[in-house]
């Protein structure tokens, strides 16, 4: 872990990539094209894939750019394409009154959530020494994740191939050409 | 013999029914790949399904009678989850018989359609059996999407793909609030395990802690958002609306006797203890739920739409079982669900029945004098609205269901719950006026002039309504055997809890 | 720093529920649970960082149900782009009581 000798830079990037991320996130959901807002959505998660590298989570950050980043995101604006939706639609897409009375509901919300949030304390009997996480003595930072994934977890992993065989052939099944009878 | 989950061939042969299925269904899916889509080919991939449904049956009710038990572990062994499996597969079975037919009529040449049944069942599966959230998740994963495909099968109509969208959209959405929960629980007791969960919350005295509370809310939202509970409903209607009718009684029956289930055992066996937090937002849940889906019920025409907000409704009277959070409890909800289940199937088989191509005559006037053209139709479906609405004598295991509810309600330490078991009586009474009125507009009114007879019913969906209406009944005269049942197949809570709950 | 991950993960997942609520554009609303996920997975890493490998385990998983989703989803979104040529919520609404 990086802040035990460099505090200071550590909590400025920790700090800027959290800003990135909440500023990308904004843009996004006041972005009305379709594409600029996948485009701002990549940024946040950009963003969280430093955040994660920097908590010790590196594979994960890779992961986060690989997978989200790199091939679900591809997906929509695959789809936005495909679809020719790319320009602003003419009629606003943001909801009236209604739905920014929500929104400010939910902004209190929120400010009670990160109340309870941060201030409740954790129970530190339940915290693993840091030297058991991640930091695998043979396998390394991958190894660490590996290890519960295919032992404790064996079970959820083998469902996800269930998972994952669903939705391949029930998007192949509404993707597919109408039968022409 | 107890299982030793920690050992992978243990754990697999702790899944037996629920790996049974899974295999089942793949070598299906292949099969109906082999041919293109044909009506012939529809029908012979759901008489299939329907083989492996009622072997996985056999296999679930053999596992059931051998007693296994097992040690802690990512899922339990015990009969609360064969129970939900027999009644998870009581459902899909009901959906196959009837979507064969139905897709042949409407053109839904897909053999896929009822693998994927067999999918989200096996999924449902999963979750009943879940004592993790991680396996939660994923078991709820499967069969959602599942079903978001099936809501949309109908790839002519575009009800069908608007109300597979809703369902979509909020069943995302909802997986958002939920996984949200999920990791406020894993932050503040370190475990995703249920019985980890429940014992560290004793160990560490946790139950005050503010991110624990919040993540419990947080799941309670996400799980009303699966069952459709008032204010987290509005997908429902129209969902239940657009979808092909057979999936709408899988939806209304199977999806939210799965999201009841896992619900059900995570609240006992891991917040047993917080029932300070959660008993008043599920009471105001319950009671919202029952006087909002009952008024709006009152007002509507299709007979689709109204069984929706019915079901609605029925989420609310659940509810009400669960917030008893005793042994009692949770065998009036089983015994619910299974009356439910029978209820639903028979309505839905009327329904199947009385619309033609297009899901047209889904109008409470197209039941007008039915009693004259088809006295079967109209006697099955007087049964099954009875039964729903919980009449004494003729309601058969509906009115048994309402009884043994409120009773659980009553024999609560919780005093809060008087008032909700006023609340659910006076529910039952407003809900007859939309569910006598269809059996008043069966039997009472004539057929109006020029109204089509409706085409002749197939055989399967004829044996779908009279199995349902046969069972209702039967329940309904020996309803102790099957509270019997249901009261031997609870999931347990953990003896640190009962113990420490104890003043 | 686990206070302040978390307060972002709680700010990321309000952002994602506004979109979701104030949008119509289907493909936007669908981005929005995407980024409701992703504040959840900034939460489980953090929490990973205290209890072990578990939360990142659980992020593996949630990435591997976004993967599915989004095949779902889209493939839902394109099928009614093909009745009602628009993914605008407010224009789809033959289904009303």
């Not at chain 1, 400025?12 to 959505?41: C, D, E, N, Q």
């Not at chain 1, 020719?84 to 009236?96: A, K, M, T, V, Y």
């Amino acid at each position: 872990m990086g802040n035990e000798f460099l505090p200071l830079l550590y909590s400025f990037h920790f700090y800027l990539f959290g800003l990135i991320s909440i500023a990308a996130a904004i843009a996004f959901v006041t972005r009305k094209s379709p594409v600029a807002a996948a485009m701002w959505l990549v940024v946040t998660m950009f963003a969280l894939a430093a955040l994660y590298v920097m908590m010790d989570a590196q594979f994960i950050g890779v992961m986060q750019v690989l997978v989200y980043a790199g091939a679900i995101m591809v997906v929509f604006l695959f789809v936005v394409m495909l679809l020719n939706l790319g320009h602003p639609s003419e009629l606003s897409d943001i909801r009236g009154k209604w739905g920014r009375i929500i929104a400010g509901f939910l902004g209190l919300a929120l400010l009670a959530e990160i109340m309870t949030l941060t201030r409740s304390p954790l129970e530190l009997k339940l915290v693993v020494p840091a030297i058991a996480v991640s930091v695998n003595s043979t396998g390394g930072i991958i190894g660490g994740v590996a290890g519960p994934l295919f032992r404790e977890y064996l079970l959820a992993f083998e469902l996800t191939s269930i998972l994952l065989l669903v939705a391949i052939a029930g998007a192949v099944v509404l993707g597919r050409k109408r039968s022409a009878n | 013999m107890n299982f030793d989950l920690s050992v992978p061939t243990q754990l697999m042969q702790a899944l037996t029914p629920d790996v049974f299925l899974m295999v089942g269904a793949m070598a299906l899916m292949l099969v109906s790949a082999l041919r293109p889509d044909s009506d012939e080919h529809q029908r012979l991939v759901g008489y299939c399904s329907i083989g492996v449904l009622l072997a996985t049956l056999g296999i679930v009710i053999w596992f059931g009678s051998r007693g296994f038990t097992s040690g802690p572990g990512v899922i339990a062994v015990d009969g609360y989850r064969l129970a939900a499996d027999m009644l998870f597969i009581l459902a899909a079975l009901g959906a196959i018989a009837l979507g064969i037919e139905y897709n042949g009529r409407e053109g839904i040449w897909n053999a896929e359609s009822h693998v994927l049944v067999l999918f989200a069942t096996s999924g449902m599966m999963i979750m009943a059996a879940a004592r993790d959230l991680m396996i939660v998740f994923i078991g709820i994963e499967i069969m959602s999407i599942a079903v978001y495909v099936l809501a949309g099968m109908n790839r002519r109509s575009p009800r069908s793909a608007e109300g597979a969208l809703k369902y979509f959209l909020l069943g995302a959405f909802s997986t958002g609030f939920l996984l949200y929960g999920i990791a406020l629980v894993y932050g503040s007791t370190g475990s995703t395990n249920f019985t980890t969960i429940g014992h560290n919350i004793v160990q560490y005295k946790l139950a005050h802690q503010g991110m624990l509370l919040m993540g419990v809310g947080l799941l309670l939202v996400g799980f009303a958002f699966k069952v459709a509970a008032v204010p987290f409903h509005m997908w429902a209607p129209d969902v239940y609306e657009g979808a092909p009718t057979p999936i709408t009684a899988y939806m209304a029956a199977a999806v939210k006797a799965a999201a009841f289930a896992t619900f059900l055992r995570l609240w006992r066996e891991s917040f047993d203890l917080l029932d300070f937090a959660w008993l008043m937002p599920v009471w105001w849940i319950a009671a919202a739920t029952m006087i909002y889906g009952n008024l709006v019920a009152l007002a509507q025409r299709n007979v689709k739409r109204l069984l929706a907000y019915s079901s609605i409704v029925h989420s609310g009277y659940l509810l009400v079982a669960i917030a008893a959070g005793t042994n009692s409890g949770s065998a009036a909800f089983l015994f619910y669900l299974l009356a439910y289940t029978l209820a639903t199937f028979g309505a839905f088989a009327v329904v199947c029945a009385m619309s033609r191509p297009g899901d047209r005559d889904l109008e409470i006037t197209d039941y007008e004098g039915l009693w004259r053209v088809r006295p079967g139709l109209a006697i099955g479906m007087a049964i099954c609205m009875l039964a729903l609405l919980g009449f004494p004598v003729f309601g058969g295991a509906g009115f048994w269901a309402k009884v043994y509810v409120l009773a659980a309600a009553e024999a609560t330490p919780f005093r809060q719950l008087m008032p909700l078991t006023v609340l659910l009586v006076l529910a039952s009474v407003i809900s007859a006026g939309y569910y006598l009125q269809i059996v008043r507009v069966m039997f009472m009114k004539p057929r109006p002039e020029g109204a089509q007879v409706p085409a002749a019913t197939g055989a399967l969906t004829r044996l779908v309504l009279a199995i349902s209406v046969a069972l209702v009944i039967l329940v309904g005269l020996i309803p102790a055997r099957a509270v019997g049942w249901a009261r031997n197949n609870q999931p347990t809570a953990p003896v640190t809890l009962s113990t420490a709950k104890a003043p | 720093m686990l206070a302040e991950a978390l307060a972002l993960s709680g700010v990321l997942f309000v952002i994602g529920v506004i979109g979701v609520l104030t949008r119509r554009n289907a493909i936007i609303v669908f981005m929005s649970v995407e980024l409701m996920l992703n504040a959840v997975n900034l939460s489980f890493v953090a929490f990973s960082k205290l209890y072990g490998a578990t939360g990142q385990v659980f992020v593996i998983f949630v990435m591997t149900v976004a993967a599915a989703e989004a095949a779902v989803g889209l493939a839902i979104i394109i099928s009614i782009f093909r009745h009602q040529e628009t993914v605008n919520l407010k224009d789809i609404n033959l289904l009303r009581g």
